[in-house]
């Protein structure tokens, strides 16, 4: 199911919204066709929750809890077409429970809105979960699996996951395409110490020069966060070495308020200046 949704996490359709503009967004993986019909439409008609949404493809987070919870609902759907009644009895008491019970009144009479206001509750997911006896044990696994599995191309270079990088890249994907925090995948790579990635990464022409929202360059992760070996590559590589971010600062003024005396001198043997 997880290398399903990560296909379904680059299907991107185009809304109409009703305040005249269009945006494309990423279909929710594991979404039939006929529930996709009802969310777009949905959205279509509520331009600001759609724009919301708009970032949720490049959210892991985000479509992993999606996943989890269609994991989930897929569990207690096959458990309620079962004749011995133990779902059917636990999904009454709910409708019967004073605090949940007009909630699930509401949901039967408005339908897609209200389940959606619903899943955006976590509080209120989390006391669902609680009164249907937990997680149920056997999903576990599929839920271990689903926080393994890489489902964006950032987190995919952040764990160092190669195999997962090389297929987004045949998809012919923006390669410096920024996550909702504004940071590239080089530069989850360089920040976490993925050498095999970043160099991926770079010959498919990623900019090393500018990997956040901030204008910081990956030398000044590789050398605010010690990595030596990348902090060489880079400079190998013609990287500008007094480079400024967009608070003035350069490599070597970000590696000397970490405090990565190892990185500072390579910074400065190459001519670097605070």
């Given at each position: 199911?997880?290398?399903?949704?990560?296909?379904?996490?680059?299907?991107?359709?185009?809304?109409?919204?009703?305040?005249?503009?269009?945006?494309?967004?990423?279909?929710?993986?594991?979404?039939?066709?006929?529930?996709?019909?009802?969310?777009?439409?949905?959205?279509?008609?509520?331009?600001?929750?759609?724009?919301?949404?708009?970032?949720?493809?490049?959210?892991?987070?985000?479509?992993?809890?999606?996943?989890?919870?269609?994991?989930?609902?897929?569990?207690?759907?096959?458990?309620?077409?079962?004749?011995?009644?133990?779902?059917?009895?636990?999904?009454?008491?709910?409708?019967?429970?004073?605090?949940?019970?007009?909630?699930?009144?509401?949901?039967?009479?408005?339908?897609?809105?209200?389940?959606?206001?619903?899943?955006?509750?976590?509080?209120l997911m989390v006391k669902i979960s609680q009164k249907m006896g937990?997680?149920?044990?056997?999903?576990?696994?599929?839920?271990?699996?689903?926080?393994?599995?890489?489902?964006?191309?950032?987190?995919?270079?952040?764990?160092?996951?190669?195999?997962?990088?090389?297929?987004?890249?045949?998809?012919?994907?923006?390669?410096?395409?920024?996550?909702?925090?504004?940071?590239?995948?080089?530069?989850?790579?360089?920040?976490?110490?993925?050498?095999?990635?970043?160099?991926?990464?770079?010959?498919?022409?990623?900019?090393?020069?500018?990997?956040?929202?901030?204008?910081?360059?990956?030398?000044?992760?590789?050398?605010?966060?010690?990595?030596?070996?990348?902090?060489?590559?880079?400079?190998?590589?013609?990287?500008?070495?007094?480079?400024?971010?967009?608070?003035?600062?350069?490599?070597?003024?970000?590696?000397?308020?970490?405090?990565?005396?190892?990185?500072?001198?390579?910074?400065?043997?190459?001519?670097a200046t605070a």
């Amino acid at each position: 199911m997880a290398a399903t949704a990560a296909k379904a996490a680059l299907q991107t359709d185009t809304l109409n919204l009703t305040d005249g503009t269009k945006m494309d967004l990423t279909r929710l993986p594991e979404i039939d066709d006929n529930t996709w019909s009802e969310v777009r439409a949905y959205l279509e008609r509520n331009p600001v929750i759609a724009k919301n949404l708009q970032s949720v493809a490049k959210d892991a987070d985000a479509i992993r809890s999606w996943l989890q919870t269609q994991a989930i609902a897929e569990h207690y759907n096959k458990q309620l077409g079962k004749e011995d009644g133990g779902m059917q009895a636990k999904m009454k008491a709910l409708e019967q429970d004073p605090e949940l019970a007009p909630m699930l009144e509401k949901i039967k009479t408005e339908g897609l809105e209200a389940a959606l206001q619903a899943c955006g509750d976590d509080e209120l997911m989390v006391k669902i979960s609680q009164k249907m006896g937990g997680i149920p044990p056997e999903i576990v696994n599929v839920l271990k699996k689903l926080d393994e599995t890489s489902l964006t191309v950032h987190e995919a270079c952040k764990k160092g996951d190669v195999n997962a990088v090389k297929v987004y890249l045949t998809k012919k994907r923006p390669v410096d395409d920024k996550d909702p925090g504004g940071i590239t995948g080089l530069g989850f790579a360089i920040g976490a110490d993925k050498p095999e990635v970043v160099k991926l990464l770079i010959e498919s022409h990623a900019n090393p020069h500018v990997v956040d929202s901030k204008d910081n360059s990956g030398l000044h992760y590789a050398a605010g966060y010690g990595r030596v070996e990348l902090v060489k590559f880079l400079l190998a590589g013609k990287a500008n070495v007094n480079k400024a971010n967009g608070d003035g600062q350069t490599p070597l003024a970000v590696a000397t308020q970490n405090n990565q005396r190892t990185t500072m001198q390579i910074l400065q043997q190459h001519g670097a200046t605070a």
